[in-house]
């Protein structure tokens, strides 16, 4: 299980990142409109931690989370 949650983080890697990238530069455009501008710069940000929670954390998460699960039914079924 380990690896499997590796690997999709690796797969998945490149378009979330050429997606996020994209969309980032989209929002620069707006930044300097008077009324836009505080929605891109939350935009910016989103777009910025998205990648690392999408990537880094949640596979983690699911990963300490699913290994805790595996363990206790092993110790419930004896």
Do not use: C, H, N
């Not at 299980?1 to 989209?26: C, D, F, H, N």
């Not at 409109?33 to 596979?59: D, E, K, N, Q, W």
Request: charged share 15%.
């Amino acid at each position: 299980m380990e690896q499997a949650v590796i690997e999709s983080a690796i797969v998945r890697a490149k378009p979330i990142m050429l997606t996020a990238i994209a969309a980032m530069a989209g929002a620069v455009f707006i930044l300097d409109g008077p009324i836009f501008s505080g929605l891109a710069a939350s935009l910016l940000f989103g777009l910025f931690v998205s990648p690392v929670l999408t990537l880094g954390v949640i596979p983690v998460v699911y990963y300490g989370v699913t290994r805790k699960r595996v363990e206790w039914i092993r110790t419930a079924t004896g």
